[in-house]
């Protein structure tokens, strides 16, 4: 019906907007009302996916591990009894439409998804700040306040998070990549929450075998002593906010990754930044992906 | 990445050339010395530039034309255009000499590697992370030949890394490989604006969001061609040079098509036949005019170069199509001309769309062809890295060539990716080299190549009649409603259903096409209610047991197959019968039109399939295609190439 002008006129009546990242489709302007997941309108994601991307992404959102915040009552939680990582919550499953999605982020590297994947990020790590307010005791006074948990940690002074951080990268592979995908991730939490980020793990070797080619015992061994503190952020960090942390007796830690598979990674960097705080930490971790 | 600016002096000829940054220290000064021969010298800064810069001033150096400059006005040039953006500082030279005679013996080991590699990598367009890996693929492939020589003589070293930067510092130093940045920056004086990938020609990049921890700075990134590996501003790109043995020929007068080729070998029809020398005499008359150019006297082709310069040779001149009507037979008439550009010695690149295709024919050229050196590309292929000279390959294999094919035949422009994206035919021209010819296959040209043929400005050839020789089918038109307002009603219209009893009578096989791929089952499963004996099928993209739908119905178990433009293409069935529903839908355009009408009659034993447009209303799209169908018929007609049975009847135009 609309052809040759008509066509013209109607696309300065309605300017083309920008296309959805992934699979570079026209996205209408509609703004999502699913309502199963009542959070997910507040995201906007419409802005960077088309519709059918975001119907793609299957959402973690039942969780029945505690621990690992896995959607099934997992035997690997169960079997260890004490961990240095606390918790940890993710945004999606990691299944073979994800796999793809962070394909292009991590290996391909395309960087506009960074944004794109801290903003998933969010959901997750709002269940980990109510775990924070559960582990203190403080449902009923953050209850009454009616805000989201991230926001109202932020405005307490003996609770909330200290910082943010992310899994580093081997200076290699850093070349080789140009990015380090969770510290990108970690960023824009860092932004969109207030939360101060510091660098504060660093690589003391570099693994030979990509970690996505081993198996579970392999990486468990691979793990260990990988990961130590960065003591020169550490220090601009206790210089920086010194009257906020001497309030405190303990310090929560977040940490950002983009999968968790077994956690021999995260528990790693949790023991890491355990061997070098001066007092006692609460390491909890946000993964984009969960296996 | 950083790179240096280096000035080569070779004495009769000076010119700037792009290096690598790692000439800091002494001991590689020396080895980038030990590359150099007996007069030449190396003048080196010691500013460290980013890659796009550097690549933009030594496109600035090199665009001057007029005769030699010396060592002392090249660094002017030099600092003048850096002045020009800005970089405003005092350059000292380091000046490189050859080394002894004895240092440089040893240097002559590398040259058979350096010979080797120059080998791998002509007309190549390579990341430095794809360069690592052909260089480490091709040498494992020759240590495995090397090795069961070296068992028989007993001695064999392995080559090591410092050979292999011997061979690249030689390469770059001497031009015949060329260090580029990935994305060229066209005029820094202008801003960002002005970039583009030099890999897809995309001129819309993408700004990181944080600082790259290569070079420290916002890279900037092409998010089009990213499944090749990312190329962004400081990814150093290598292209190799394609020395064509084609340039080699001073004369051509004993090089025709007539006596270089047995062109009876290839079975053809008159038709093909005809269409085929076409092509191949507009190869011959291209190549010869160069050659003649080439060698005239050093004033006249100074005088050439001039004109070209001041005005861009027409990008058609370089072009030849060949419109052959669907069924046609195509894929026979590439072989004469592959044969013609092999026997001159020049390379040949056979580009198609479709991974498909390129795995069907395949294993036809490898018979045809037995002791070419063939090489098929497509994406997770395993003889990416592989030397060949006929390379066969899907579309975006191509943006890793540059300037390295004498003939590049292009299947199908008009289908998928070329379709609407004009970025994909720059990367075809620029696999070609200038002096060589593009030949273009398709049956329904793009509007505008179109257009460029009523100007008078395309070389090209009709080819309006099948293999068969019998006319196309012409479509009939049927007034239907909407495919979702029968959906919606639950019926099938009486004058379609009609139409279907009497094809699946007449013991064919029946395509229908739909818009959408969500409509596709449930108008199988309405058919299936008014012909309930019959076995009727959809499929899709988005169907996983597609191949096996499309064996089945090409074996009759399958009567009805519904589908969508997918199968547009490329798939002949015999005793096919063709029905377009929604013909009007914006989708279907001219193009996919005549190819869907193309699905019928395709065998020689029932030539008269027939061919419905089911729509609504009657428009632009379906009166071109039908105007497009009747005026090959007629051209068949009065170029004599119709069985004797159709001449002189008038019903073909009008049927």
Redesign the interface.
Known sequence: MF?GGWRSLLNVLLPYSTPCIICSTPISAHPINDNSLPWLSQLKLEKDLCRQCIHEISWLDKVLCRRCGRSIRCPDCQHKLQSALWVNRSAVRYNEQMKQWLH?YKF?????L??LFGKMLLPAVEQVSLQLINRYGLEESWRKSRKLPTAWLQHSTTYGWDAVTAVPLSVQR???????QA??LA?VISTHCFIPYYNLLSRTHHSLVRHSHQGRQARVMDSKEQYSGNIKQWHQWLNENGTAISKRETLNILIVDDVYTTGSTLNACAEALLRVSPLPLVVASVTWARS | MYCKIGLMDKGVDTYAILLPDELRHNGQCQQWAACLSQNDSLYVSNVRLTLTIGDWLCRKLRSYQGGRRTIAQLEQAVYTALDSIGIAMSIDWVKLKPLSEQHRNSHTRYMNLCSQVLQWVQGRKLLYDEWLGLVKDQLQVRDGIDANCATSSGQHQPIGEAELLQAWRWLLLYGHMQLRSAVEWQDPRKGRTELRCLRCYENNLIRAVGKCRYCGEHCYYCSSCLQLGRSRTCAPLLIGRYYSPIIKHTSYASLTPEHLLEIERFSLSDAQLMATNHALSFVYNRLSRYAEQTTLGYYRRKHLIYHERHQEPDPLSSQFLLWAVTGAGKTEMIFPLVAYMVALGGRVLLATPRRDVVLELSPRLHKAFPELSIVTLYGGSGERWQYGQLVLATTHQLMRYQHGFDLVIIDELDAFPYHGDKRLYRVAAEARTPHGVTILLSATPPSYLQKEIHRGRLAHIKLPVRYHRHPLPVPIRLKVPLVVDQLRSYTIPRPLIRALQQSLAEEAQVFIFLQRIAHTEAYAKLLRLSFPDINIEATSSQDAARTEKVMLFRQREIRVLVTTTILERGVTVPRSHVYICDAEAELFDEASLVQMAGRAGRSSDAPNGKVYFLSQQWSTAQKRAIKQIKSMNRLAMQQGYLLPQYLGERGIEDV
């Open positions: 052809n292009r391909q590297g395309d960087e506009r960074s944004i850093l070349q080789e990549r140009g990015f380090n510290e990108r960023s």
